[in-house]
């Protein structure tokens, strides 16, 4: 990567990198340090506002870097990704975003704890939380390395070790200094930046083919090697029976995952009434649907004008390809366009990674700190010593997430948040349907549907492919691997639901029926919502 192409980029990520300080700094000067300022922003913003934030913490790495490259190497598999993460917000239209407004104040233990012993599952929901947000984090880091080793002209071990670094200190930052005010206008920044450059790409796109999509697509599969089959399901996940299970559970676990995705639940708590947060979904879902279809133009572009093996070339998981797009559509490495269009998309990707991950912080500091902390002090009524605890632990994760991060390096952003999602599938969901439509639904019922989903989501990530027993794994050179698919979903998911019912009609305790009625009206009708 030539000179110009590093220092542009470089600007233009310090530009905003500046900006989202100034944002942190001057919340920070502003904020009366309580737990609602802190883990809500004083629930003060606007549907549209709160709309353009979810779609920024929705919109990450893994969605601009990882999914573009998954089509531009997979072509209609890759595509598949997209589907799931889109049809993922009609769940949480339909099921969760106002139910949850009116049960909860700050996390998803919130919802579950206002029918069951607090205790127990604030301590197994809020393990699951940050287990799940840990994961998610990760992708992000991946994606940031993924970009500076490009943007540097090569693989630099250390470059990329910096950079996760760099990226993890200022999600420090910017969660212990400003909170969920900060945090959600640097999401909305980011989501106009990333927008506009998406639409500007897919423009440009499009005027390279002269508007004509089948050119575009032809152009692509004559390029992947693969010819018509690159337009075809099956060239990632149709080879055998295992390919094909491996891809539904891949599904299950994207259109499930997202319903229990913390840092998504948090953002409803942002808006002062459950109708806010259900026209903030609404407003999401136009914008991650525009982006996503935006997105699949972008794959299927990267493997027409970039090709395949170029992608490849640059970064085996396809994690640079809607970089090297840009500098192609701009004319080549060479050229005065290319280096401002890749700078651009290189400084916007930097922008989606650090917004990303500061919602992701929040959410788990929160989770820490307001379930689990909660849960093992016995006094822990002030809200000044909790939102202390809350920034410690955002230091803690950020350390956590860098060093998973360093480990991770080498797989595709997109596939990482697979795992997260199909964590969340597993784990969060089960308990939270539970919760809110099951009238004998128990506090028993609640810790094993966590855990239940939980510990074989984890234990079969690691007996799978993803850790050991090929290439591509994280330790290539041992083989434990029993598991054969690499998305544990098809399992877990079921596993989870399994052991809430188990642990429902095996406890002892009756299910606390007046409890339930309260929490129904209470999520029905917003009646002593906070």
Same mark, same amino acid.
């Given at each position: 990567?030539?000179?110009?192409?590093?220092?542009?980029?470089?600007?233009?990520?310090?530009?905003?990198?500046?900006?989202?300080?100034?944002?942190?700094?001057?919340?920070?000067?502003?904020?009366?340090?309580?737990?609602?300022?802190?883990?809500?922003?004083?629930?003060?913003?606007?549907?549209?506002?709160?709309?353009?934030?979810?779609?920024?913490?929705?919109?990450?790495?893994?969605?601009?870097?990882?999914?573009?490259? =998954?089509?531009?190497?997979?072509?209609?598999?890759?595509?598949?990704?997209?589907?799931?993460?889109?049809?993922?917000?009609?769940?949480?239209?339909? %099921?969760?975003?106002?139910?949850?407004?009116?049960?909860?104040? %700050?996390?998803?233990?919130?919802?579950?704890?206002?029918?069951?012993?607090?205790?127990?599952?604030?301590?197994?929901?809020?393990?699951?939380?940050?287990?799940?947000?840990?994961?998610?984090?990760?992708?992000?880091?991946?994606?940031?390395?993924?970009?500076?080793?490009? *943007?540097?002209?090569?693989?630099?071990?250390?470059?990329?070790?910096?950079?996760?670094?760099?990226?993890?200190?200022?999600?420090?930052?910017?969660?212990?200094?400003?909170?969920?005010?900060?945090?959600?206008?640097?999401?909305?920044?980011?989501?106009?930046?990333?927008?506009?450059?998406?639409?500007?790409?897919?423009?440009?796109?499009?005027?390279?083919?002269?508007?004509?999509?089948?050119?575009?697509?032809?152009?692509?599969?004559?390029?992947? +090697?693969?010819?018509?089959?690159?337009?075809?399901?099956?060239?990632?996940? +149709?080879?055998?029976?295992?390919?094909?299970?491996?891809?539904?559970? =891949?599904?299950?676990?994207?259109?499930?995952?997202?319903?229990?995705?913390?840092?998504? *639940?948090?953002?409803?708590?942002?808006?002062?009434?459950?109708?806010?947060?259900?026209?903030?979904?609404?407003?999401?879902?136009?914008?991650?649907?525009?982006?996503?279809?935006?997105?699949?133009?972008?794959?299927?572009?990267?493997?027409?004008?970039?090709?395949?093996?170029?992608?490849?070339?640059?970064?085996?998981?396809?994690?640079?390809?809607?970089?090297?797009?840009?500098?192609?559509?701009?004319?080549?490495?060479?050229?005065?366009?290319?280096?401002?269009?890749?700078?651009?998309?290189?400084?916007?990707?930097?922008?989606?990674?650090?917004?990303?991950?500061?919602?992701?912080?929040?959410?788990?500091?929160?989770?820490?700190?307001?379930?689990?902390?909660?849960?093992?002090?016995?006094?822990?009524?002030?809200?000044?010593?909790?939102?202390?605890?809350?920034?410690?632990?955002?230091?803690?994760?950020?350390?956590?997430?860098?060093?998973?991060?360093?480990?991770?390096?080498?797989?595709?952003?997109?596939?990482?948040?697979?795992?997260?999602?199909?964590?969340?599938?597993?784990?969060?969901?089960?308990?939270?349907?539970?919760?809110?439509?099951?009238?004998?639904?128990?506090?028993?019922?609640?810790?094993?549907?966590?855990? +239940?989903?939980?510990?074989?989501?984890?234990?079969?990530?690691?007996?799978?492919?993803?850790?050991?027993?090929?290439?591509?794994?994280?330790?290539?050179?041992?083989?434990?691997?029993?598991?054969?698919?690499?998305?544990?979903?098809?399992?877990?998911?079921? =596993?989870?639901?399994?052991?809430?019912?188990?642990?429902?009609?095996?406890?002892?305790?009756?299910?606390?029926?007046?409890?339930?009625?309260?929490?129904?009206?209470?999520?029905?009708?917003?009646? +002593?919502?906070?």
């Amino acid at each position: 990567m030539t000179g110009h192409h590093q220092a542009l980029a470089l600007v233009l990520f310090s530009v905003f990198v500046a900006i989202t300080l100034a944002i942190t700094t001057w919340v920070s000067r502003n904020r009366h340090g309580s737990a609602e300022e802190f883990y809500a922003g004083g629930r003060l913003f606007s549907p549209m506002e709160n709309g353009f934030a979810i779609a920024g913490d929705y919109m990450s790495a893994a969605s601009f870097l990882g999914v573009t490259g =998954l089509i531009a190497l997979f072509g209609y598999d890759g595509m598949l990704y997209v589907v799931g993460f889109l049809v993922a917000w009609l769940v949480v239209l339909f %099921f969760v975003a106002e139910l949850v407004r009116n049960c909860g104040r %700050f996390t998803l233990a919130d919802v579950i704890a206002a029918r069951m012993s607090e205790r127990p599952v604030r301590i197994a929901v809020g393990t699951s939380s940050v287990t799940v947000s840990v994961l998610y984090l990760v992708a992000q880091m991946v994606g940031a390395g993924s970009l500076v080793a490009l *943007l540097f002209g090569g693989t630099s071990a250390a470059a990329r070790a910096w950079t996760v670094v760099v990226v993890g200190a200022l999600m420090v930052i910017y969660v212990s200094l400003g909170g969920m005010r900060a945090t959600t206008w640097i999401q909305i920044v980011k989501a106009v930046l990333l927008l506009g450059g998406t639409m500007a790409l897919t423009v440009l796109v499009l005027v390279r083919f002269h508007g004509d999509v089948d050119a575009l697509l032809r152009t692509a599969a004559e390029r992947s +090697g693969h010819g018509e089959a690159f337009l075809a399901p099956g060239l990632k996940y +149709g080879g055998d029976w295992t390919a094909r299970i491996d891809f539904i559970s =891949l599904g299950l676990a994207l259109v499930l995952g997202t319903a229990g995705l913390p840092h998504i *639940l948090s953002r409803f708590y942002t808006v002062p009434t459950a109708r806010a947060a259900r026209r903030s979904v609404v407003w999401s879902v136009g914008l991650i649907g525009g982006f996503y279809l935006m997105t699949i133009v972008l794959g299927f572009g990267a493997a027409a004008v970039v090709g395949p093996n170029g992608v490849r070339e640059s970064n085996a998981a396809g994690n640079t390809a809607v970089a090297l797009l840009a500098m192609k559509l701009g004319g080549g490495a060479d050229s005065t366009g290319g280096t401002i269009l890749f700078a651009v998309v290189a400084a916007i990707a930097f922008a989606t990674i650090l917004a990303v991950v500061a919602g992701i912080t929040l959410a788990s500091s929160a989770a820490v700190a307001h379930d689990l902390y909660a849960s093992l002090r016995r006094r822990w009524s002030k809200p000044r010593g909790e939102v202390a605890v809350a920034r410690a632990a955002a230091v803690g994760i950020g350390g956590l997430a860098i060093a998973l991060g360093l480990l991770a390096r080498d797989l595709n952003v997109a596939f990482l948040v697979g795992l997260a999602f199909a964590v969340s599938a597993s784990a969060n969901l089960p308990v939270l349907m539970y919760t809110l439509f099951w009238r004998g639904f128990t506090t028993r019922g609640a810790v094993w549907a966590v855990y +239940g989903g939980l510990l074989p989501a984890l234990g079969l990530v690691v007996l799978s492919p993803v850790v050991s027993g090929s290439p591509e794994s994280l330790f290539p050179s041992v083989d434990f691997q029993y598991f054969p698919l690499q998305n544990p979903g098809i399992v877990s998911v079921p =596993l989870g639901f399994l052991a809430g019912w188990l642990g429902t009609v095996t406890s002892v305790e009756p299910a606390d029926e007046a409890r339930h009625a309260e929490t129904e009206v209470r999520s029905l009708t917003g009646a +002593g919502a906070v």
